[in-house]
């Protein structure tokens, strides 16, 4: 968790950048503009004052596990409200076929997340932290998964690869590089947990701190009713997660 000083020096440091006419960052345009916009300066102030890594030449990799904090949107400002770090989970014990030792498993019957993560080795399934099975409401509940990668040189390539349950949308440095999946379309939904889809993210990195986000969201599918009550389920009945990794080069 982040400390009282550097949470207080967070949140004087992010006011006064996002008052700031000569900000570096501007308002993003992805869903919910300002917030994702004091997301970005709060998450990167917070994770650069306190334990942002630091890259010094060459190629690194990173994937989703337990290290990435997870933020919520809120009606106040700065609009985003850091919750504490993913944890890893699975749809039953089977499944996925890597289900890591002391994940949270949800108790969903079936087969489910059959991506294959060969390319991003390391990588688990993960989403917010004290989610149960019996968690409720868990259709359209949405996450921030989020990582600042600081690099000493100029980036020359970036790749990311991602599978979701049911919808996720990756953001660099405030700008949205690609989505997949759909809260709406089941079928939609399923092909997006069923397979990695690759972004490239080299036009979006810069040197120094970059901020990597997720936006991740479950759909209204399996026990919830997508008419009448679309977050009347909870997790052991529609299942939510997401798995990512990739590689920047830099020089």
Not at 134 to 147: H, R, S, W, Y
């Amino acid at each position: 968790m982040i400390g009282g000083t550097a949470m207080r020096r967070l949140r004087v440091k992010a006011t006064r950048l996002a008052k700031s006419p000569q900000s570096s960052y501007p308002t993003c345009r992805v869903e919910g503009g300002p917030a994702m916009y004091c997301l970005l300066v709060a998450v990167i102030v917070a994770t650069w004052l306190v334990w942002a890594p630091q890259a010094q030449a060459g190629t690194i990799t990173f994937h989703s596990n337990q290290t990435w904090q997870v933020w919520i949107k809120t009606n106040t400002f700065p609009f985003v409200r850091f919750i504490g770090f993913a944890q890893n989970v699975c749809p039953s014990p089977l499944s996925p076929t890597n289900c890591p030792a002391g994940a949270t498993l949800y108790g969903f019957p079936g087969i489910s997340w059959t991506a294959n993560l060969s390319n991003i080795p390391g990588a688990t399934w993960i989403w917010a932290p004290r989610v149960t099975g019996a968690t409720t409401p868990a259709g359209l509940a949405q996450f921030f998964f989020v990582k600042v990668l600081t690099l000493s040189g100029a980036p020359t390539a970036g790749i990311i690869h991602v599978a979701v349950d049911d919808f996720a949308e990756v953001i660099v440095n405030g700008k949205p590089v690609g989505a997949i999946g759909s809260v709406t379309d089941e079928s939609v939904a399923s092909a997006a947990q069923s397979s990695l889809t690759s972004f490239n993210i080299t036009p979006f990195l810069i040197t120094g701190p970059n901020l990597i986000a997720i936006r991740a969201r479950n759909g209204s599918f399996g026990g919830c009713n997508p008419n009448s009550n679309p977050t009347n389920c909870t997790y052991a009945t529609n299942p939510a997660g997401v798995v990512f990794g990739g590689s920047i080069e830099f020089q």
